[in-house]
């Protein structure tokens, strides 16, 4: 199995909603990601959890919460989102291990917020 | 701050020619450097990546070149289909594999 799997494909919510992104995998990966990607723009890094420790937060607003429950589940929960955090939301993994630097994406979450 | 970035933002070439997309980077400590390919309604997908201590690497119908003298990365598609038509990103990371920063993206476009 070599999936990142995201669920849900597409998510329409209020700016006073709660909702949460889930992504597995089940590849024994150890590091995981959440990225943001705006139309016609490349992937922009979120957050990092290595060994199931947050690891890096590139300054994202604290509307967006990371949670990973174990090493293979990670999760976005998303409060009182913006208009402008409509965007697709990859979640992404690799074996964080030395000499390797390839990472599985899934398919993404396509997210509008109104 | 450091990052990562294309030249051409659209390349069109016809089916069975060889294809060039170029990326320019700036951070020397970047232990890999990366090709990513996405389609249309997809995530990224790993296409090749390249080690800093290397200048060639070759894949399946792909090759990346560095070059650190001036900081340059390409990748090269030879005989290119309809199905290479996509959006295509470098990207760099550390030796574990965390990726940090994507580049601007190029789409490739495929004659028929």
């Known amino acids: 199995d070599t999936e990142v799997t995201q669920t849900p494909k597409h998510l329409v919510m209020g700016m006073t909603n709660k909702k949460s ?3 597995e995998q089940h590849m024994g990966h150890r590091a995981m990601y959440w990225y943001k990607q705006k139309a016609k723009k490349p992937p922009e890094l979120m957050f990092v959890y290595s060994y199931e420790k947050l690891s890096i ?4 607003p604290s509307r967006f919460s990371p949670e990973c429950p174990n090493s293979s589940l990670l999760n976005l929960h998303l409060h009182a989102l913006q208009p402008e955090d409509s965007a697709l939301y990859l979640c992404a993994s690799s074996p964080a291990v030395r000499g390797s630097a390839e990472a599985f994406f899934g398919q993404g979450t396509r997210l509008t917020v109104v | 701050g450091e990052s ?22 700036s951070n020397s400590a970047s232990d890999y450097f990366i090709w990513y390919k996405q389609e249309s309604g997809k995530g990224p997908q790993f296409i090749i990546d390249i080690r800093s201590n290397m200048d060639k690497r070759q894949g399946q119908r792909v090759t990346v070149l560095l070059n650190k003298t001036v900081k340059h990365l390409s990748l090269q598609i030879a005989a290119t289909q309809p199905g290479d038509s996509a ?10 594999g965390n990726m940090l920063t994507f580049g601007g993206g190029t789409r490739l476009m495929v004659k028929p």
């Open chain 1, 21 to 23: 992104l889930k992504c």
């Open chain 1, 57 to 60: 937060n590139e300054s994202v």
């Open chain 2, 4 to 25: 990562v970035g294309l030249h051409l933002p659209t390349l069109s070439v016809q089916e069975g020619d060889n294809s060039i997309i170029n990326c320019a980077y």
């Open chain 2, 87 to 96: 959006v295509y990103f470098c990207a760099e990371s550390d030796n574990a």
